[in-house]
């Protein structure tokens, strides 16, 4: 038989070519069997079961029983087994296709020793519509049990990975909190070291005190880090809003950050901002957190000699220059752009992801601004998570990553600006400008 185009369920009932099918069930049936489970798939070099001869005969009997009443339905539940069965057994579509084709084959080479070639052909018209129809069945319940199959898999694989982040979640929570109290013992006593213990003389006794107490601030700094990503998955991120001015929490970082700047020879410049662009209800100090990842990430990115540039203007909730509507909320956004290396495209779209670093940690020193220097991978992640308790929106943007062009590198953050204190804490969900 050679299969068609899949027709509807056949309606024609044909008694005659039923009766002529049960006389020589046996000269059909029996071979078609043997020759179906003789050649069972083969799959991942392994030779699988074949299917059961009840279910075979079972088929052979609906399809008859099909015919005579001119339902191709008649026979839908043999089918479905036959799909089923077939597919958990680890036989392809095309196999389980095959034996309704070798059916259809045998009863012609059956019918051709009874018949002339006319009748032959008659009856095979009358048997195709069924057998078309049986073809198209089992592709379509192929089909569901792929589908569902592949749903099953899938969830199974969402459940372990909800369960490997709870996991993750945990232990970052748990070692962060173990790690503050001996943190602090070590930054007291360096204090006492530095203040009461460490004669001002002893130049080398003052480096390795000072130097032990950079290390413990810096690792102070990854904490509180952890900390903060532990609550900001576990939605538990407190904000403590009051009224902020995002220039003088900019200015704070700035300060903060000279040091560093001067060593690297990094320029960092921040546009005064517009008069319009007042003090917001936000919390100071989890916006620093946030900028100073951001403006660190732009000096760690930026070759020495670079330059870092701070900006922002006031936008409507779209991202449009025009006037708001009433009940709109305007938008601060505050631009940080750098002349550095770049990101590459396929690490644009996981920069604020936990732990994510597109250099090798291994291979660079740790430090927070150090060039292309390692780090947990937390401060992005951190500033993202911040950003959005607040209502509002961070993304980068960059031409591609080039070590010896520069093409930079420009986050744009979005915010609020809120004048009063917000009567809930729902989001606001901002578009890109």
């Known amino acids: 038989m050679i299969p068609t185009s899949p027709l509807r369920p056949q309606r024609v009932r044909h008694p005659d070519l039923a009766r002529r099918l049960e006389a020589r069930r046996r000269d059909i049936c029996d071979p078609w069997i043997a020759r179906v489970q003789a050649n069972p798939p083969i799959v991942s070099g392994r030779r699988i079961d074949g299917l059961e001869a009840p279910l075979l005969r079972r088929l052979y009997t609906d399809l008859c029983a099909s015919i005579h009443l001119g339902r191709s339905t ?9 799909t ?4 958990r057994s680890g036989y392809r579509l095309s196999d389980l296709l095959n034996i309704i084709i070798a059916l259809g084959d045998q009863i012609e080479q059956v019918m051709s020793i009874d018949f002339a070639p006319a009748q032959v052909l008659s009856y095979m018209q009358a048997l195709n519509g069924t057998l078309n129809y049986a073809l198209t069945h089992i592709a379509r319940v192929f089909s569901e049990e792929v589908e569902s199959a592949v749903a099953a898999e899938r969830e199974r694989s969402q459940a372990r990975l909800a369960e490997l982040d709870r996991a993750k979640s945990k232990f970052i929570n748990i070692a962060a909190h173990e790690l503050k109290t001996p943190l602090t013992l070590i930054q007291g006593y360096s204090d006492i070291l530095l203040n009461d213990l460490i004669d001002p003389s002893n130049e080398r006794g003052v480096q390795v005190a000072k130097g032990l107490a950079a290390g ?14 532990s609550m900001i998955d576990n939605a538990m991120l407190a904000l403590h809003l009051q009224p902020t001015s995002i220039g003088h929490v900019i200015n704070i970082i700035v300060s903060d950050l000279k040091n560093q700047m001067d060593d690297r020879q990094v320029a960092l410049h921040v546009e005064p901002f517009a008069n319009e662009i007042k003090a917001i209800y936000a919390d100071p100090q989890r916006l620093y957190d946030a900028f100073s990842h951001v403006i660190s990430n732009s000096i760690k990115y930026t070759p020495d000699g670079g330059r870092v540039q701070v900006s922002a203007r006031l936008l409507n909730p779209k991202g449009r220059n025009s006037s708001l509507q009433p009940g709109e909320e305007s938008v601060i956004e505050i631009i940080i752009a750098d002349s550095g290396i770049g990101i590459a495209p396929e690490h644009r779209e996981h ?7 597109s250099t090798e940690v291994m291979s660079h020193s740790s430090g927070r601004t150090k060039f292309k220097g390692g ?5 992005l992640a951190v500033a993202k998570g911040i950003i959005d308790a607040h209502g509002g929106r961070i993304w980068a943007e960059s031409p591609g990553y080039d070590e010896v062009a520069r093409p930079g590198t420009t986050f744009h953050i979005l915010l609020p600006a809120r004048t009063s204190m917000p009567e809930t804490r729902d989001k606001l969900l901002l578009s890109s400008t």
């Not at 008649?74 to 036959?82: A, G, I, R």
């Not at 413990?216 to 952890?226: F, G, K, P, S, T």
């Not at 920069?351 to 670093?357: A, H, L, P």
């Open 351 to 357: 920069i604020f992801e936990k732990f994510y670093g």
């Open 74 to 82: 008649e026979f839908d539940e043999c089918l479905n087994w036959l």
């Open 216 to 229: 413990a601030r810096r690792l102070q700094q990854i904490v509180n880090d952890m900390i903060a990503v």
């Open 375 to 379: 780090g947990p991978g937390l401060g």
């Open 84 to 87: 089923r069965d077939g597919h």
